[in-house]
């Protein structure tokens, strides 16, 4: 028995091999096409992704679904500059290239995020993705030892109109999905989270965070303010952000995506991302995974 387990071992690592060695080609072939002008033959593009993704065949990811939140024009604070196109760009980005089913909110209120949230809680069951996307004003009460985001009829030191850590943290909780993922770009926001552990990308690994419950929040900061702008037309942190998921050929899970956009944000920004399960929310060590489709 030994002895064919390890065959077989041999055989799977033979076989990723001459699918890696197939799209390293591909690829390599697909940039010097692009070095000297030219257009990559029809049909092309689809078979890098085919042979990039045939190592993950056998692993059933589920349906994603995406709650994605914007919002530059403010009631009583100021407004910011680039919330509504960040949140418009990941929108596209995830639904055109990822095959996410996008609900797109821009320059909500309260109301508008709870009750999609609770719309969320309905309709999805445990074969599903979420991924919450928000770019807003943020908060941190120091006294309370808690963090808000602050939709557009947020007023100054009234909470009435704040969404609490507490909020979002119930609502990853109650949720059927078994992946979800908060993707906040705002002050603050690293009060959802705690730590982090890079871990290798390989099928095994990508197998077993696809059938473990998640709970993870990827933050443009910690305790401290964010950049509303600096990364051309979108925030330092969207940009990496968008750029990461533009760039990846196959599969990426949330940690390696995180491990990618730090360094660019550090660069580009005073401000270091985050990234790790959230505290109280029913996390069970899986991974959120961004599975390419287009």
Known sequence: ???????????QRAEQQRLSDQVARLMRDAEERRKAGKQAPAGQKGTVQQAA???YSGINFGRYYALVIGNNEYKYLPN?????????????????TYGFDVTLLIDATRADIVDALDEFREKLDDTTNLL???????WLDEAAEQGFWLPVDAKPNRRSNWVANSTITGSLRALNSKHVMVVADSCY??????????????????????????RLA???GGLEPVADSGGGKHSPFAAAFIDVLKANPSVIDGTQLFSQMRRP??????QTPQYSDVRRAGHEGGDFLFVRRR
């Open 1 to 11: 028995m030994r002895g064919r387990e390890t065959e077989e071992r041999r055989r």
């Open 53 to 55: 993704l045939a190592k």
């Open 80 to 96: 910011l500059k680039t919330a509504a196109g960040d949140a418009r760009a990941v929108a596209d980005v995830l639904g055109d």
């Open 132 to 138: 919450i996307y928000y770019a807003g004003h943020g």
């Open 189 to 214: 926001s690293g009060t959802l989270v705690r730590g982090i552990k890079i871990k290798e990308n390989t099928p095994d690994y990508i197998r077993r965070m696809a059938g473990k419950r998640a």
């Open 218 to 220: 990827l933050t443009s």
């Open 265 to 270: 944000v550090i660069l580009n920004s005073d």
